[in-house]
């Protein structure tokens, strides 16, 4: 009994979690959806500086 009662505890905690993940990210969507856009430099890499390398 005392098994299935962990175990039930284990699965209610693990769905907690996922809870938290879910609006944790989506709280870092909006973030990002409201943050400005990243420069070119960051969007494309270290090749604008020397495209001849």
Same mark, same amino acid.
């Given at each position: 009994? &005392? /098994? +299935?009662?962990?175990? !039930?505890?284990? %699965? !209610?905690?693990?769905?907690?979690?996922? !809870?938290?993940? /879910? /609006?944790?990210? !989506?709280? /870092?969507? &909006? #973030?990002? $959806? =409201? $943050?400005?856009?990243?420069?070119? #430099?960051?969007?494309?890499? #270290? =090749? +604008? %500086? $020397?495209?001849?390398?």
């Amino acid at each position: 009994m &005392v /098994v +299935i009662q962990q175990l !039930e505890l284990c %699965i !209610e905690m693990m769905k907690l979690a996922m !809870e938290l993940m /879910v /609006v944790v990210a !989506e709280a /870092v969507r &909006v #973030f990002l $959806s =409201y $943050s400005t856009p990243p420069s070119p #430099f960051l969007r494309h890499g #270290f =090749y +604008i %500086i $020397s495209p001849n390398l």
